[in-house]
Nanobody, 128 residues
Framework: QVQLVESGGGLVQAGDSLRLSCAAS????????TGWFRQAPGKEREFVAS??????????DYVDSVKGRFTISSANAKNTVYLQMNSLKPEDTAVYYC???????????????????WGQGTQVTVSS
């Protein structure tokens, strides 16, 4: 079993940047595909980004609203997956969660039901 801890959230102004971290313990993250999701008050949890490992290649995917602004990456040596968020907007305000599913999973990484383990979330607030 793997434990996930997100960090790096905070209160920033529109246009600022943040880097979220998803640190894993118990198992190595290279054994998993990882996703970032977010949930704003009163809204459903939505997909933000994912990284899928296939051999030496990593495939990334983003929701359209963050393409060109957010970047997901992994640092195997640190057993951590990052979400670099640039040009933040007030509509990016949410609790951000990371989640993982086994590396052999070939299904849809955009749905919450695909994931086995979740972190507790980190709050991101973007003021206008």
């Amino acid at each position: 079993q793997v434990q996930l801890v997100e960090s790096g959230g905070g209160l920033v102004q529109a246009g600022d940047s943040l880097r979220l971290s998803c640190a894993a313990s118990g198992r190595t993250l290279s054994s998993y595909n990882t996703g970032w999701f977010r949930q704003a008050p009163g809204k459903e949890r939505e997909f933000v980004a994912s990284i899928r490992s296939s051999g030496t290649t990593a495939y990334v995917d983003y929701v359209d609203s963050v393409k060109g602004r957010f970047t997901i990456s992994s640092a195997n040596a640190k057993n951590t997956v990052y979400l670099q968020m640039n040009s933040l907007k007030p509509e990016d305000t949410a609790v951000y969660y990371c989640a993982v599913v086994g590396r052999l999973f070939t299904g849809n990484l955009r749905t919450t039901s695909s994931y086995q383990y979740w972190g507790q979330g980190t709050q991101v607030t973007v003021s206008s």
